[in-house]
């Protein structure tokens, strides 16, 4: 279904989300049909450039990130691309952007730079008359880098635009697999009778990948993957599993949910947490040579045991574990139902609890671990199977991994904020966070080596260890 009509100006167009994943989500969405054709998407950067030249950026972008782009149809999208020069920091090009904007569709700004432009910007879309009582801002993480500037933010974007107008990035918000974990939980009534402390043992979130911080060292080492990942994405997930039924699923209802698990959430205690950086590993560097610093303390892995102190998770762990440079690209959530209560069959020892594992990527979908009778005459024998559901396979080739970028850009347009961070969300999840970070600089561990192409380091299994549970294997 297409969505109405809209001028979506682009800032920081020339930048590496805005052609990576932005303009080719926007192309896959016009090639839909679903970005309709009096759709305009109106490109904004420093340098001074004709039409025609950014067009050819965007074609070039689109060759190396979406190569599988059909030529006829990137024509009639880039048709609908145009370049205004604005100078994000200075008056120069806002009344010609002004003069480019239609009254009667739908508005957005997407802001594609870095969050210390954030408030200049929206002031100056309110000061030049651009931002109107229904456009829409959008905003990229890192949203804060602490509390203290996350308010800030909150609070600049607030002077200009409606928080019901702000439109805050996460972009696993927008993986279709997460948005499953709705549907697996509220479109099925199988689970949510078990989905509680009664029944669950623990969860585990890993989000492991393989790259490192080639080409952002100096945000990452001012960052480090408690802020990178934690406060965000894994938040999120975390919510998505732990929250109570949202009466609707409508925006404010789902992150009312949300801020009510983030608000619950035990501090962390510094015995509870692991934190590794990667060493250097036959001939390739490690995290300290990447960022050029022998002293960082910045953690490129964190493994935390978390508690979300409610009537429903009491005494339920969270595992929560990511990094770089680790053995695979691969995320899931586990969720570990206990182990039955009592074995009828004989000479079976211990029986295992079920495992229902969701893949968030690569090869998306959901598998449940069973115990079944070993088939054959012989003795009875139990087997562990696993039930499993493959979305490309289930759903067919319609289920082409779409970027979560398509999805959230489309929503902005549609006017739905319910894949987006809400101001008090963000700040809650940054109020838990911070005096944890707090404690690391205050104190004078360091973070512990650990193998390029491994699990992460020693302690993060020890975590789990001493609670005689095990991380499930990553890769
Ligand atoms: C970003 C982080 O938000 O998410 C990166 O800044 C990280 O460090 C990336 O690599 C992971 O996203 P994805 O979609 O590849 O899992």
């Known amino acids: 279904i297409p969505v109405d009509p809209f001028d979506l100006v682009l800032f920081g167009a020339t930048g590496d989300l ?15 049909g679903q970005m309709p054709e009096e759709a305009r998407i109106v490109a904004t950067g420093r340098r001074e450039m004709d039409d025609a030249t950014f067009r050819d950026h965007v074609r070039s972008a689109m060759k190396e990130f979406a190569p599988e782009v059909k030529a006829e149809v990137l024509g009639r999208f880039l048709e609908r691309v145009e370049y205004v020069a604005v100078d994000a920091r200075g008056d120069y090009g806002w009344c010609r952007l002004a003069g480019s904007l239609r009254p009667d569709v739908v508005r957005a700004f997407y802001l594609s730079v870095g969050p210390s432009l954030f408030q200049g910007i929206a002031q100056r879309l309110h000061d030049h008359g651009l931002a109107t009582p229904d456009s ?5 993480k890192p949203f804060g880098h602490d509390l203290a500037s996350a308010r800030a933010l909150n609070e600049g974007l607030r002077t200009s635009f409606e928080e019901h107008q702000i439109y805050r990035i996460d972009h696993y918000l927008g993986k279709e697999t997460v948005q499953n974990l709705m549907a697996l939980r509220f479109a099925n009534s199988l689970f949510e009778p078990l989905w509680n402390a009664t029944h669950i043992d623990h969860v585990q979130i890993t989000v492991a990948e393989t790259v490192g911080i080639e ?25 998505l599993i732990a929250m109570e039924p949202p009466s609707k699923f409508a925006p404010n209802a789902v992150r009312d949910e949300k801020v009510k698990v983030i608000e619950a959430l035990d501090p962390v205690e510094p015995g509870d947490i692991a934190r590794g950086q990667y060493r250097p590993e036959r001939g390739d560097d490690g995290y300290l040579d990447h960022v050029g610093n022998p002293d960082s303390r910045t953690e490129s892995f964190i493994a935390l ?3 979300v102190a409610n009537w429903r998770w009491a005494g339920v762990p969270f595992y929560l574990r990511t990094g770089k440079r680790l053995r695979a690209r691969e995320s899931e959530i586990a969720v570990v139902f206990r182990d039955p209560p009592h074995t009828i ?79 008090d969300e963000v700040e809650a999840a940054w109020a838990w966070v911070d005096p944890v970070i707090k ?28 609670d005689g549970r095990r991380w499930r294997q990553i890769g």
């Open 439 to 466: 404690g690391w600089e205050d104190g004078r561990d360091r973070p512990s080596p650990y193998d390029q192409g491994s699990s992460g380091p020693e302690e993060a299994l020890m975590l789990m260890h001493r």
């Open 345 to 423: 069959f004989p000479n079976v020892g211990h029986l295992r609890g079920n495992i229902l594992v969701i893949r968030l990527q690569p090869d998306e979908g959901i598998t449940l671990s069973t115990t079944i009778k070993d088939p054959g005459p012989g003795g009875f024998r139990l087997a562990d199977v696993s039930l499993d559901m493959s979305f490309a396979e289930a759903l067919g080739a319609d289920a082409r991994a779409q970027d979560a970028y398509e999805r959230l850009v489309m929503d902005v347009i549609r006017g739905d904020q319910t894949l987006f961070m809400r101001g």
């Open 18 to 32: 805005a052609q990576r994943k932005i303009l080719p989500g926007l192309y896959h969405r016009f090639e839909v």
């Open 136 to 140: 829409r801002i959008v905003v990229e």
């Open 215 to 239: 080409g952002r060292e100096a945000y990452y080492d001012q960052s480090g993957a408690m802020r990178d990942m934690v406060q965000n994405h894994l938040v999120q997930l975390l919510c």
């Open 305 to 307: 045991k978390v508690r």
